[in-house]
């Protein structure tokens, strides 16, 4: 049913709809709202489950974790500071295979303190072993909770699904929430295949010496190689049940013949469509791709889609201080050294701590990389209030 | 479920041939808790040298569920288990976080004062051997008073964070103190705690014959005279009110304890005040009067 609601509260129906038995949270700006409505719907019944008011996101993480780890379905959601404090549990939850869904509502990290979007977050986590997927906006928000179930109980990995703090989590826009049997009939009931219990008791979260920690994680590499297909899978049959896009490794728009290329995530690839719309009104040729799975990170995939294209842009919410953007890292990567084709890739840092991000910002930096390659520009810097001194 | 209070239980649910050292107080008390709690119970272990001795991949000692995550959260593991049993309305089961005096009195403290508070029903055990030993006998907050760790040389100058007391002013149902040379009182508390719903805490006294610098046969004898001395008080407390003392009817000096270990050689050196034991007897006189020993 089409419902005028806020982002968060989309979530909150959708990971309903999705029977967690265990809910742990705690508050953080710009994820209350999440928490808030599943507390809500928790205690007016529409939903059995335990719901766990802990007293940290260490302690969130660790209560799920255990939790997954006695065969029940789960559900957290944190941001920035929190999901700094989350990650020795992070790194622990993938480690140990556990299949638990997290919503990342994007933030900055401190210091400076800052409540606003950007994509720091979960960047800090993006090599913990988790799959992560960026929604573009709240309706595939939503969906991405349905399919982040259905992949992690799958392969038994955790998702994460990153939305954007404030622009999407707090925006009122048209939601389609599914009904119940449309979940059900999409996802069924949670299945484990390693849990602690007394009828079989076995250990989970042995420690391994050198001769086993490699093998561990060779595993776990390929484990998240592999979930591309499952990725790709799951939005596809998502597709035909739901009658909707959502999800995938990455979508494009007017790829096919754009001299330029935008590559970005998040809920910013709004604007760049509107961008390209105008362009191509002006009869210059912009095309976009937009990551949703950043881990695994679909290089071969993205590879195949853009090794034609010789003007790269990769515009980014996160920086890795003192090398540059990662996205556009990643990116650069993609593609084999001593190509014989002559590509720029340029790099685009923008909205940190929630600067906003304009058309014409986004104007700029496409005429920029029109004229010349980009190795590292920060979009929308204020130059008149930093000082020679600070450098 | 659980039948006979006074009844030593020996099931082997935490096997030999782990890698403790000899005369280990803590690999001592986890088989005394694992066989008193039985079969129908998970252990979730915090990192730490219980874990490191019985959990190598691909022999771990443990017979019964064994679920390890990290080194502060084992009281935030055992309540997800325990709402997951709750949710998925399994059990009753036995659900007993277990973790050393460093993840429970410093690391671990927030994760366990979280789990009180919410009322979760979980045992939590804590091996007290006084200070980090599986990173090689550092201080932590619950090392006592003029010890001797690899971090404090001159002896620790601080008082020892008194655990027991502070998971009573939670208000939790019952708390407890017990030692590895009593099996009885041990496996009578273990049972006692899990017969009751809601947080309980039992807090184990394991001598470290390494960290303490005995030798391996006497930690039966060290936790007897850790007793004798009053430098550890044995009680229960239930909904706040103490319940039982294991009353000490003749009282050692602290010497008789210290003597015995090197952790304390500093304070029987030549030209140390003696004002140092001094203090510590004060500690136990503390207890005497604080517990009616």
């Given amino acids: 049913m089409l419902k005028q609601i806020e982002g968060s509260q989309a979530v909150a129906d959708v990971v309903a709809l999705c029977r967690p038995n265990v809910i742990a949270a705690y508050p953080i700006t710009p994820q209350t709202h999440i928490v808030e409505d599943l507390a809500e719907i928790v205690s007016e019944g529409r939903l059995k489950a335990e719901f766990v008011n802990v007293e940290s996101e260490f302690a969130a993480a660790s209560v799920v974790l255990g939790a997954s780890a ?32 997290l919503t990342c509502a994007n933030r900055a990290i401190a210091a400076p303190l800052n409540i606003w979007n950007d994509h720091q977050d979960s960047m800090s986590v993006r090599d913990a072993g988790w799959i992560q997927l960026h929604a573009e906006d709240n309706q595939e928000a939503a969906d991405l909770h349905i399919q982040a179930y259905k992949i992690a109980e799958q392969l038994s990995l955790p998702v994460m699904v990153c939305m954007d703090g404030f622009i999407l989590t707090h925006a009122y826009e048209p939601v389609d929430i599914p009904d119940q049997k449309q979940v059900d009939d999409f996802l069924p009931p949670f299945k484990p295949t390693h849990i602690v219990d007394p009828r079989w008791p076995r250990g989970l979260g042995l420690y391994a010496d050198p001769r086993f920690y490699m093998e561990a994680k060779y595993i776990q590499h390929r484990a998240l190689e592999k979930s591309e297909e499952t990725i790709k899978q799951v939005s596809a049959d998502f597709r035909r049940a739901f009658n909707r896009d959502s999800g995938g490794l990455f979508k494009t728009y007017k790829l096919k013949d754009a001299d330029v290329v935008v590559v970005s995530m998040g809920s910013i690839v709004g604007s760049i469509k509107d961008l390209i719309d105008r362009f191509e009104a002006e009869g210059k040729k912009v095309g976009l791709l937009q990551i949703c799975s950043f881990r695994p990170f679909p290089r071969e995939q993205i590879y195949e889609t853009l090794k034609d294209k010789t003007n790269i842009v990769v515009l980014e919410k996160s920086i890795s201080l003192g090398r540059g953007g990662i996205l556009a890292s990643d990116i650069r990567w993609t593609f084999p050294k001593g190509e014989k084709i002559k590509r720029r890739i340029s790099s685009f840092i923008a909205g940190l ?15 920029k990389v029109e004229r010349e390659p980009v190795e590292l520009e920060f979009l929308g810097l204020r130059q008149e209030i930093i000082q020679e001194k600070d450098l | 479920m659980i039948e006979n209070l006074d009844t030593i239980e020996k099931k082997d649910l935490f096997a030999s041939g782990h890698r403790a050292c000899g005369g280990c107080g803590q690999a001592l008390a986890a088989r005394m808790v694992a066989d008193a709690s039985g079969e129908n119970t998970i252990a979730c272990v915090a990192t730490g040298c219980l874990e490191v001795f019985s959990s190598p991949y691909p022999d771990p000692s443990w017979r019964i569920p064994f679920l390890h995550s990290l080194f502060e959260n084992a009281a935030a593991v055992a309540a997800g288990v325990e709402v997951a049993y709750k949710a998925l309305n399994k059990g009753p089961v036995n659900i007993i976080a277990q973790g050393g005096d460093g993840s429970t009195s410093d690391i671990g403290f927030q994760c366990l004062s979280g789990m009180f508070e919410r009322g979760h029903n979980v045992l939590y055990v804590c091996y007290d051997n006084e200070a980090y030993m599986n990173t090689g006998v550092q201080r932590s907050g619950s090392t006592p008073l003029g010890t001797r760790t690899t971090t404090t040389p001159g002896g620790k100058k601080r008082l020892k964070k008194n655990i027991p007391l502070l998971a009573a002013d939670h208000g939790i149902p019952y708390v407890a103190t017990a030692t590895v040379d009593d099996y009885r009182d041990l496996q009578r508390k273990v049972k006692t705690a899990l017969s009751i719903e809601g947080p309980k805490y039992l807090h184990i006294l394991a001598p470290c014959p390494l960290g303490w610098g005995h030798a391996g046969d006497l930690t039966v004898q060290i936790c007897r005279l850790a007793k004798q001395t009053c430098i550890f008080p044995v009680f229960e407390i239930r909904e706040g009110k103490i319940i039982s003392v294991q009353k000490v009817p003749v009282k050692k000096p602290v010497e008789e304890y210290l003597k015995l270990q090197g952790r304390f050689r500093n304070l029987f050196k030549k030209g140390t005040p003696t004002t140092d034991v001094a203090a510590i007897q004060k500690i136990a006189d503390g207890n005497i009067e604080r517990f009616n020993l």
């Fill in chain 1, 70 to 101: 006695a065969g029940a379905r789960t559900y957290t959601a944190t941001t920035s500071q929190g999901m700094l404090l989350m990650n020795e549990v992070i790194y622990c939850i993938a480690g140990m295979r556990l299949p638990i869904v």
């Fill in chain 1, 353 to 367: 701590g929630g600067r906003n991000i304009s058309l014409d910002d986004l104007r700029y930096m496409v005429e």
